[in-house]
């Protein structure tokens, strides 16, 4: 099984940065766990600050994996394009989100990705990308 995870803008800099909302463990820290823990999935890891290198990732895995776990960062709340670049592809999306954003700022409430998404998780920390993967498994078996 073949599962692309993609990360927006900032998500290079989790644990340095407000580590009290975000935790202390790099992403590739805890990717490298995630990793060994699920020797059977192909996983392919993507991070880019720009919006369009996104798009065109989510274009590319979207025909090419079983599934894609997608935490857009900042880019949730204000880009179309990512939206609808979900509802282009063939790929499942499942949207993860490291913190609870209902319970912050309220511009973090609205997403541009939740409805073109098979699923969101939010609030969880880093284990939110563990139970999308598992989501994603049980779907194809
Ligand atoms: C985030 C939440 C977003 O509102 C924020 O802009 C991020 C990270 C999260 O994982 O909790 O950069 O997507």
Redesign the pocket.
Known sequence: MKIAIING???NLLGKRETGI?GDSSFEAFFDRLRKKYPEVSFHYFQSNVEGELVNEIQRAGFEYDGIIL?P??Y??TSVAIGDAIAAIKAPVVEV???N?HAREDF?KFSHVSAKAAGSI?GLGLKGYELALQYLISKES
Request: hydrophobic share 40%; charged share 5%.
């Open positions: 803008p900032n998500l975000y935490n960062a900042a949730t709340h989100h490291i913190s954003v973090r939010f």
